[in-house]
């Protein structure tokens, strides 16, 4: 899987992402114990660490290439 894959997949499980957290805070499926604990302790984790690689992406591209 080439790089412009992975970044594509990373933006759009963050975009995802951000509309799952999205109804979390905007709906009243807050009340639901089961998508409250879901989007705290998976989608928004989640969110942080997609965004914090799309972010730093040509850090991690060097980190995981492989030297000759």
């Given at each position: 899987?080439?790089g412009?894959m992975?970044?594509?997949i990373?933006?759009?499980l963050?975009?995802?992402?951000?509309m799952?957290?999205?109804?979390y805070?905007?709906t009243?499926?807050?009340?639901?114990?089961?998508?409250?604990d879901?989007a705290?302790?998976?989608i928004?984790?989640g969110?942080?660490?997609?965004g914090?690689?799309?972010?730093q992406?040509?850090l991690?591209?060097g980190l995981?290439?492989?030297k000759?």
């Open positions: 899987m080439g412009n992975t970044k594509e990373m933006r759009w963050h975009i995802t992402g951000g799952i957290l999205f109804a805070v905007y009243p499926l807050a009340e639901n114990p089961f998508f409250a879901t705290k302790y998976m928004f984790p969110l942080a660490l997609t914090l690689v799309m972010w992406w040509p991690f591209r995981f290439r492989k000759d």
